[in-house]
C-alpha cells in the first residue's frame, strides 16, 4: 500500500496537520494496524523543525566541539590538538550530509511506503472534522490531529523585531558566523549556540539572561557548571540583565544562517551600549496554534484531545505540554493508538501503564542538553517536587572520582543528584553534569517512570569502569546522609 502527493480526494479517516515527528508518529500509529487512512498536511519541510531546523543540525554542530575539547584534555592527544581549530567548512558540510540538505524527499517516500498520502499546503482546523487546506475543504471520518509544533518568541523590546534578529533556525543553518553577537536568552538554546558558534569563530559572544542564573529551570550547579565553562572558552555571560533597545540602520533578507544587514547598536537595561554583527534571540518558543485554527490557549486530556472534543487531538509542541522531539512522539504515538482504538471499537485500557494514556504529567520527562559539559535530567528538580508538594529528599555526588569519567579526561568535572520522595522512597528526579553523561538520563527516567524503590536500585549495579557507576556512589552518599539523621535523633 501506497500514498499519494497532493491527491485529488476530500474524506480520510484520519486528517493529521504537521508532520513532524509528532504528526508522523500519530499517522503511522492510526493506520498501521487498524485498516484506517490519513493524509499528512505541511507547508514546509516534510519531516518537521527536528532533522532539518533543530536537533539534529544542532548536534551535528556540537559535536566535533565536543570531541575537540575531550582531546585538549586527554595526554597523549593533548599535544596533537593544542594549537588546533576546527575545519569551519567541514564541519557546516557535515551537518548539511546528516539534514539531507534541506530535502525532504526521503521523509516523503517514508509516509508514503507507509500508505499515508501527503498535501502540502497549510491547514487549519475550520469546524468538526473538517480542515481547509489551499482553497479546499477535506473532512475526517474519525480524527483530526494537529502537529504544527512551536515559534520562536521575540520580546517586544523596542526595534527588536525590526533589526531581524537570528531565531532558532538561523543558528542552526549557519552559513556566515558573526564576528561579534549577541545572544538573548540563557536557555537551552542560547547555551547550546554560544558553545558552537564559539567554537566556528565567534570572536565576541555576549549573552544576556534576565534570572540570576543560566539554565534556570534546571538544578542551579547545572547553569553554574555551564556559565563556568562559556566564560572559560571566552563568552561573556551577563546574569541579571537585559536588553532595553535596538536600533539597526541596514536591515537586508539574506536569508536563513547569513547575517541579516549591517551592525547593531544594543542599548542594555543596565545602561551599556553594545555593537554586535548579529542578534541571536533565544527567549523561549510557543505553540503554533492559532495558525492551526485552534485557541491561543487550550487543554488536553490524558488522550490528547483538545477541550473536551474526541475528534480534535493535539501533539507535540503545539500541545503546550512540552517542547522536547521525544515527547512529541509519545504523544503522538499515544493519540493514534486512541484513534485506532475508538473507530475500531477497541476498549481503552486504563491500567496505571496502559500504552493508550499521556503519563507525561507524572514528572518522567527527559531531556539533555548538549553543552559542553552537557546536563542530563529525568523526572523533576528539587523545586519542581516541591513545588509538587512532594516531601523531598536529595543527595549530590562529585562526578570527577568516578572512574568511568577519570578515563576519559584528565580533568573530568562534574556532578550528580538525586531527588527522592521521602514517603515513597522512590526517586522523582535526577540531574547529571558532565562529559558524555547523555546515556545516564534513561536509566533516571526507567526508575522514575517505574517507581522502582531506592532500595531496588541497590541492586541495579553500574558497569565498571563507565559513568554509570555514579549510582552507587549517590546510593552511599544517600545511605550515608541517612544514617547521619538516625544518629542525631
Known amino acids: 500500500m501506497t500514498g499519494t502527493v497532493n491527491p485529488d480526494r476530500a474524506e480520510w479517516d484520519v486528517v493529521v496537520i504537521g508532520t513532524g515527528p509528532a504528526g508522523e508518529t500519530a499517522a503511522l500509529y492510526a493506520t498501521r494496524f487498524s485498516g484506517l487512512d490519513a493524509v499528512m498536511i505541511e507547508p514546509e519541510l516534510v519531516g518537521g523543525e527536528c532533522p532539518f531546523w533543530a536537533c539534529v543540525p544542532s548536534k551535528a554542530l556540537l559535536a566535533p566541539e565536543h570531541l575537540l575539547s575531550a582531546g585538549r584534555d586527554l595526554g597523549g592527544v593533548r599535544e596533537l590538538l593544542a594549537d588546533r581549530h576546527l575545519d569551519v567548512e567541514g564541519v557546516l558540510r557535515r551537518r548539511d550530509a546528516l539534514v539531507d540538505h534541506y530535502d525532504d524527499t526521503g521523509f516523503v517516500g517514508t509516509a508514503l511506503s507507509w500508505g499515508v498520502d501527503v498535501i502540502r499546503g497549510k491547514g487549519r482546523v475550520t469546524g468538526e472534522k473538517t480542515v481547509e487546506v489551499n482553497g479546499r475543504t477535506i473532512r475526517a471520518r474519525h480524527a483530526v490531529v494537529v502537529a504544527t509544533g512551536s515559534v520562536p518568541y521575540c520580546p517586544d523590546n523596542p526595534g527588536l523585531a525590526e533589526a531581524r534578529p537570528w531565531f532558532s533556525r538561523d543558528v542552526t543553518a549557519v552559513r556566515e558566523v558573526p564576528r561579534r553577537l549577541l545572544i538573548v536568552g540563557g536557555g537551552l538554546v542560547a547555551c547550546e549556540s554560544a558553545t558552537w558558534l564559539r567554537a566556528l569563530g565567534a570572536v565576541q559572544i555576549t549573552m544576556v539572561e534576565r534570572s540570576d542564573r543560566l539554565l534556570p529551570s534546571q538544578e542551579p550547579f547545572a547553569g553554574v557548571a555551564v556559565a ?262
Do not use: C
Not at 417 to 439: W, Y
Not at 475 to 483: H, Y
Open 228 to 489: 563556568d565553562s562559556l566564560r572559560a572558552s571566552g563568552v561573556d555571560v551577563r546574569l541579571r540583565e537585559s536588553v532595553e533597545r535596538v536600533s539597526r540602520e541596514i536591515v537586508t533578507d539574506a536569508g536563513a544562517g547569513l547575517v541579516h544587514g549591517g551592525p547593531a547598536v544594543v542599548l542594555l537595561a543596565g545602561g551599556e551600549e553594545l555593537v554586535v554583527d548579529e542578534i541571536l534571540v533565544a527567549a523561549g518558543r510557543r505553540p503554533a496554534s492559532t495558525a492551526a485554527g485552534l485557541p491561543e490557549r487550550f487543554t488536553v486530556d490524558e488522550h490528547l484531545n483538545v477541550d473536551g472534543h474526541p475528534w480534535l487531538y493535539a501533539v507535540g509542541d503545539v500541545s503546550g505540554e512540552s517542547y522536547l522531539t521525544h515527547i512529541g512522539k509519545y504523544q503522538g504515538r499515544v493519540a493514534g493508538e486512541v484513534i485506532a482504538a475508538r473507530a475500531t471499537g477497541a476498549a481503552l485500557d486504563e491500567t496505571p501503564f496502559n500504552r493508550h494514556t499521556d503519563r507525561i504529567r507524572a514528572g518522567s520527562v527527559a531531556q539533555v542538553i548538549f553543552t559542553d559539559p552537557e546536563v542530563g535530567v529525568a523526572g523533576l528538580t528539587e523545586a519542581a517536587a516541591l513545588a509538587r508538594g512532594h516531601d523531598v529528599e536529595t543527595v549530590e555526588t562529585d562526578l570527577s572520582q568516578v572512574y568511568g569519567g577519570r578515563v576519559q579526561r584528565d580533568h573530568y568535572r562534574g556532578r550528580a543528584k538525586l531527588v527522592v520522595d521521602r514517603r515513597t522512597d522512590t526517586l522523582l528526579g535526577a540531574t547529571f553534569v558532565g562529559t558524555n553523561i547523555a546515556e545516564l538520563t534513561h536509566s533516571a527516567t526507567v526508575a522514575v517512570t517505574a517507581g522502582v524503590p531506592v532500595r531496588a536500585l541497590w541492586h541495579a549495579i553500574g558497569s565498571f569502569p563507565t559513568l554509570s557507576e555514579v549510582w552507587s556512589y549517590l546510593l552511599e552518599a544517600l545511605d550515608t546522609q541517612r544514617m547521619a539523621w538516625t544518629s542525631r535523633s
